[in-house]
């Protein structure tokens, strides 16, 4: 592809909508009769585009969009705000695995394709710009970066964001926001709960839509929530976000993985399986890494809110594990407020991060609820939807390795800090 021909294919992208060029759906997809008319139809344009990882982020990135076209492709190259169509040498190309997603129920909009492409053999410690489209329809998005993670060990910071649920108009402000204070951040971690109707295609258009000129530059590194299940299976958000295999057998891939970034493993656990499903599983990936700083994320809080929230079972099951390989914090959702616990070991309060595990809860959505006071509670406030900047600092000279955490509401006021020394 000569950059002649990807610039044609630049000036032809469509912003008209063309008929569907693919099969009809099938009988069983029109069983329904179309009720509703979506407020995102998919259009030839690619969009909602969303980057995660499902495999090492040193050397790969999986790029995902949408289009009403089955053909897809991604165009990239290690440059820095270079459109890939204008560079002096032709771009590399990724073809992407499409799915056909049907949706009966609705009027204006009643299948669209789902693109996944896998970018592998990525230098470590790069930015890239990227477009992903169809050569055919030749309509393109706008270009768009990421990095890949550095070889060695750096500072790096990462993002974490509770539930979006609903209101994605002002939890997409956060995350511009958040993204705007930090655009070194590395990915976004979210907790759950990331739509109200789990298995409906209009919240996930909605989550995207909003979502997508951030997350088509910082990966996210999701977590299923009850909201995900809603329906039964997380076929949605299984479908919608690419996520490393190898999680506990005999549990769905995907559903909980690893992923390492740099000196600190996240082993992201599903908290809508049975605990006992992924405990030896848990156990084995917290005890074979030799990472300075371990984190967990899953939805529902070990250490809740209120007393009415209590998660029993799963605390039960996975703290001791915790405490076992003294995981430095645990990231979850789920109670709609924000609350830290002191640093804790087997169900006490204890002096210092060194001695226990941090639990945590945020909430980035617009749906709010209501405290009490625990004795675990270190800081606490609802209300109020807000992003946390973690920055994990390795040992520099002679200042000691060191992990920084930051929270911030939309008005970019700090409404707690902590931080932990190794
Ligand atoms: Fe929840």
Redesign the pocket.
């Given at each position: 592809m000569t950059p002649r021909h990807v610039l044609a294919a630049l000036l032809a992208v469509c912003i008209m909508t063309i008929g569907w060029s693919d099969t009809e759906p099938t009988s069983a997809e029109t069983e329904a009769t179309p009720s509703r008319t979506s407020l995102f139809p998919a259009g030839p344009r690619p969009d909602q585009v969303v980057l995660s990882w499902a495999g090492d982020p040193r050397s790969s990135v999986s790029i995902q969009w949408r289009s009403n076209g089955p053909g897809g492709q991604v165009l990239y190259l290690p440059a820095d705000a270079v459109n890939p169509f204008l560079a002096p040498r032709p771009p590399l190309v990724a073809r992407a695995e499409t799915t056909r997603i049907a949706d009966a129920g609705l009027t204006n909009y009643p299948f669209t394709y789902w693109h996944t492409a896998r970018l592998t053999k990525l230098r470590p410690g790069t930015r890239y710009t990227y477009v992903v489209g169809d050569p055919q329809s030749g309509c393109w998005s706008a270009p768009r970066t990421f990095r890949t993670a550095p070889a060695r060990t750096e500072p790096f910071s990462f993002l974490y964001l509770g539930?979006a649920q609903y209101g994605f108009s002002r939890w997409a402000a956060l995350l511009r926001a958040a993204y705007r204070h930090r655009p070194d951040a590395a990915f976004a971690l979210m907790a759950?709960?990331l739509v109200t109707r789990g298995n409906d295609r209009d919240d996930w258009d909605d989550f995207l839509t909003h979502g997508s000129d951030v997350l088509s530059q910082l990966p996210v590194v999701p977590t299923i929530?009850?909201?995900e299940c809603k329906g039964g299976s997380p076929r949605m958000y299984l479908q919608t976000f690419d996520l490393p295999r190898g999680g506990a057998p005999g549990l769905e891939p995907e559903r909980c993985y690893t992923l390492n970034y740099g000196n600190v493993l996240f082993v992201v656990l599903d908290s809508m399986s049975p605990p006992d499903s992924q405990t030896a599983w848990l156990d084995q990936a917290l005890g074979n890494s030799s990472a300075r700083w371990k984190f967990v994320m899953f939805?529902h809080p070990p250490y809740s809110s209120r007393e009415d929230r209590d998660n029993k079972e799963l605390r039960e099951a996975w703290v001791p594990v915790f405490d076992k390989h003294h995981v430095d914090i645990v990231f979850c959702?789920?109670d709609h407020a924000y609350m830290r616990t002191y640093p804790m070991r087997g169900g006490q309060r204890v002096a210092s991060p060194a001695e226990g595990t941090i639990y945590m809860v945020s909430v980035a959505g617009t749906k709010m609820y209501e405290q009490a006071d625990r004795d675990y509670m270190e800081a606490r406030f609802t209300d109020t939807i807000v992003y946390s900047v973690i920055e994990i600092l390795p040992q520099i000279a002679q200042a000691p390795e060191r992990l920084g955490l930051k929270t911030f509401d939309l008005d970019g006021q700090l409404r707690d800090e902590f931080s932990i020394i190794k």
């Open positions: 539930d759950g709960d929530g009850n909201h939805h959702g789920h």
